[in-house]
């Protein structure tokens, strides 16, 4: 069969609005249309389409919006996608902070300063040759911080400490550098700080990369998933997130929320998970989402996850 050319015309904001319009979204004044017409400035028309689709006919092959659609709901849709992007990248970062942190430890106790040798690590030496050049020699090269350029001009290594050098590698990296690279007990030692075993730290932190970078760059978390499942642990050390991650969709964000919440109780950061969990609650309450939206199972919400981690008694500053 072949493929037609795409044949769509140019529009202007103004004509995007009015197509919107024609395909029966609920403008109901002018200023809805203007309000629509300045948000169509800021924001790509197929990035503000993909708030649309939840509010489609189910009709094959065409864009017709349900009657109950209205440009005040979707905008709320965007708005409060947005919010949730914001705190969770947030709560990602918090981990990495941690987890550069913890990598720094356990390879420098057991190594020391340089463990840039390929005998520290589970790989080949010429595995370990080609990760050293392409990632932490290009990363020593490519940084600005005041520390890379003092160490450089003050000694005569080629790289810096691990404790140094780990802040130089990206997230996708560190999570590589896990999978591929750290011999099995340093995978376990890192591991157990978080409560996991390796194999499950390794798919959290797969699952992470990718939501984080969904967050960084801006892409929709309401009302789709993460582009591989989360593993989920035979044994739960913190056995609270048990009942409330067997009843998961290992793809939600439901399940990548409470995995954040997970990584950050096992260090000991109550507070911290409390403060996420009611920040979203907030926004799902002001912007009158459904939880639905977020991937929760039928009859879960905010207060009864807060309730099954004993955290009905934190409140928001």
């Not at 300045?38 to 349900?66: A, D, V």
Request: with cysteine.
């Amino acid at each position: 069969m072949t493929k037609p050319p795409y044949s769509k015309p140019f529009l202007t904001f103004e004509e995007q609005a009015k197509l919107l319009e024609d395909i029966g979204l609920a403008l109901v004044t002018d200023e809805n249309r203007q309000s629509l017409i300045n948000l169509l400035r800021n924001l790509n028309f197929h990035r503000f389409e993909g708030y649309c689709l939840r509010y489609y006919r189910q009709e094959p092959k065409q864009h017709r919006f349900k009657p109950e659609a209205s440009f005040a709901r979707i905008q709320a849709d965007y708005h409060a996608d947005k919010r949730i992007r914001i705190e969770t990248l947030d709560m990602i970062q918090n981990f990495e902070i941690s987890l550069r942190s913890q990598i720094a430890n356990v390879l420098g106790a057991r190594y020391g300063a340089f463990p840039y040798n390929a005998e520290y690590y589970h790989s080949t030496k010429e595995e370990w040759d080609k990760m050293y050049e392409e990632h932490i020699i290009a990363a020593v090269k490519k940084a600005n911080e005041v520390c890379i350029k003092s160490f450089v001009q003050k000694y005569n290594n080629k790289v810096p400490p691990i404790w140094i050098t780990i802040e130089l590698l990206s997230f996708g990296e560190l999570s590589q550098f896990y999978k591929r690279y750290l011999k099995d007990e340093d995978r376990n030692i890192l591991a157990n700080n978080y409560a996991l075993s390796a194999t499950a730290m390794e798919s959290w932190l797969h699952s992470l990369t990718l939501l984080r970078n969904r967050c960084a760059h801006h892409s929709k978390l309401i009302d789709t998933s993460n582009p591989v499942p989360m593993l989920m642990p035979r044994n739960w050390k913190i056995p609270e997130y048990a009942v409330l991650l067997d009843i998961a969709n290992p793809r939600s964000f439901y399940a990548c929320m409470l995995m954040l919440c997970y990584l950050s109780d096992s260090t000991g950061r109550k507070n911290q998970t409390a403060a996420y969990l009611l920040k979203l609650e907030r926004i799902v309450t002001e912007l009158n989402l459904d939880y639905s939206q977020l991937g929760f199972p039928k009859a879960m919400n905010m207060a009864e996850i807060r309730k099954k981690l004993k955290l009905d008694g934190y409140k928001l500053e």
